[in-house]
């Protein structure tokens, strides 16, 4: 499997301009892949205003994944701002070239930020199934919560999209790495860099991380879109001489 990882500056709260500089860094790459992962709320960066960039299923940002997509011969993985039924959601989707969608709704809202008092939380854990994979979607913040990434599943690939300030980038790189090692999983983050509205900066430290904890993509901090390929049978064959899953606790999560 090859995966793609976009470390893109975002406009606020601009989703033309957005998707219009996301489709030229992806058009313009003569690289394929299989999965492209996109940050989290990449049409507006993290806002606390949804209403003025929340969109729909059927939306303007649904559509163009779609197509583009189909054009690059990818399925695509970010979150953005939806509205549904009168509630905000902070929503990840998956898109797959042949216009086929799944979502998960982030669970963990980040309340220092006040993202619980605007934004409706998700209530189920998602697993993706594309081209023989197991995925699991997270967002962000839901980072700092191990036992909602525990694999029980039996995940292939772990897959955070974020918006990371720099100031708490020791605990991003920390955490990918227990996240990776602990599931005995792939582990992709994808961070934004820039500054935002409210005077955050973001130096990305996107990464892809092996079920061993070692960095296949190491974090970097420049615009860019690099890509990686991932051997699943190779992963497959480590958790089964360790063995460290089949240890793991037994919980009911509420």
Same mark, same amino acid.
């Given at each position: 499997m090859k995966v793609a990882i976009l470390q893109t500056d975002l406009v606020w709260e601009n989703p033309i301009y957005n998707r219009l500089t996301i489709e030229s860094k992806v058009l313009s790459s003569d690289k394929k892949f299989d999965i492209l992962v996109l940050p989290e709320m990449f049409t507006s960066g993290f806002t606390m205003n949804p209403e003025r960039v929340a969109e729909t299923m059927q939306g303007e940002t649904i559509q163009w994944l779609k197509s583009l997509a189909k054009q690059k011969k990818t399925a695509i993985i970010g979150s953005l701002v939806i509205e549904e039924e009168g509630n905000y959601y902070n929503r990840l989707v998956f898109v797959t070239p042949k216009g086929e969608i799944q979502h998960y709704n982030k669970r963990h809202l980040f309340t220092l930020a006040g993202e619980e008092k605007v934004y409706t939380k998700?209530? *189920?854990? @998602?697993?993706? *199934?594309? &081209?023989?994979? &197991?995925?699991?979607? =997270?967002?962000?913040?839901?980072?700092?919560?191990? @036992?909602?990434?525990?694999n @029980?599943?039996?995940?292939?690939?772990?897959?955070?999209?974020?918006?990371?300030? &720099?100031?708490?980038? =020791? +605990?991003?790189?920390?955490?990918?790495? +227990?996240?990776? #090692? !602990?599931?005995?999983?792939?582990? #992709?983050?994808?961070?934004?860099?820039? &500054?935002? +509205?409210?005077? /955050?900066?973001?130096?990305? /430290?996107? =990464?892809? #991380?092996?079920?061993?904890?070692? !960095?296949?993509? +190491?974090?970097? *901090?420049?615009?860019?879109? =690099? @890509?990686?390929?991932?051997?699943?049978k190779k992963m497959h064959e480590t958790r089964a001489k360790l063995n460290f899953l089949n240890d793991k606790d037994e919980f009911d999560l509420k």
């Amino acid at each position: 499997m090859k995966v793609a990882i976009l470390q893109t500056d975002l406009v606020w709260e601009n989703p033309i301009y957005n998707r219009l500089t996301i489709e030229s860094k992806v058009l313009s790459s003569d690289k394929k892949f299989d999965i492209l992962v996109l940050p989290e709320m990449f049409t507006s960066g993290f806002t606390m205003n949804p209403e003025r960039v929340a969109e729909t299923m059927q939306g303007e940002t649904i559509q163009w994944l779609k197509s583009l997509a189909k054009q690059k011969k990818t399925a695509i993985i970010g979150s953005l701002v939806i509205e549904e039924e009168g509630n905000y959601y902070n929503r990840l989707v998956f898109v797959t070239p042949k216009g086929e969608i799944q979502h998960y709704n982030k669970r963990h809202l980040f309340t220092l930020a006040g993202e619980e008092k605007v934004y409706t939380k998700g209530t *189920e854990k @998602v697993i993706f *199934e594309y &081209k023989d994979w &197991k995925i699991c979607p =997270q967002v962000c913040y839901d980072l700092r919560f191990p @036992v909602f990434a525990r694999n @029980v599943e039996d995940y292939d690939l772990l897959v955070y999209v974020a918006n990371w300030p &720099k100031v708490r980038t =020791q +605990a991003w790189d920390t955490l990918l790495k +227990a996240r990776a #090692i !602990e599931n005995m999983s792939f582990v #992709i983050g994808v961070n934004r860099v820039g &500054k935002d +509205a409210n005077g /955050h900066d973001y130096i990305g /430290h996107s =990464q892809v #991380i092996d079920e061993l904890g070692n !960095e296949l993509i +190491a974090p970097f *901090e420049e615009s860019d879109l =690099q @890509v990686v390929s991932l051997n699943k049978k190779k992963m497959h064959e480590t958790r089964a001489k360790l063995n460290f899953l089949n240890d793991k606790d037994e919980f009911d999560l509420k």
